[in-house]
């Protein structure tokens, strides 16, 4: 729980400042990618909190 803890707010918080330049949105397209440039996009002002209450909810 601890790692998920450290990665979620991470990725939240620090590595989605690069996405910004780009519209928030979704890209239609085909495929299944999880890369900056491809086919899934997290918006660029999204929090951790719910995704970390989520966790501290359901695991020990």
């Given at each position: 729980?601890?790692?998920?803890?450290?990665?979620?707010?991470?990725?939240?918080?620090?590595?989605?400042?690069?996405?910004?330049?780009?519209?928030?949105?979704?890209?239609?397209?085909?495929?299944?990618?999880?890369?900056?440039?491809?086919?899934?996009?997290?918006?660029?002002?999204?929090?951790?909190?719910v995704?970390?209450?989520?966790?501290?909810?359901?695991?020990?």
């Amino acid at each position: 729980r601890h790692w998920l803890e450290k990665f979620l707010v991470r990725f939240f918080a620090t590595s989605q400042f690069k996405r910004s330049a780009m519209p928030n949105g979704p890209k239609v397209s085909a495929g299944g990618s999880l890369s900056p440039r491809g086919d899934w996009r997290a918006p660029s002002d999204g929090t951790a909190d719910v995704w970390l209450r989520e966790l501290r909810a359901n695991l020990p």
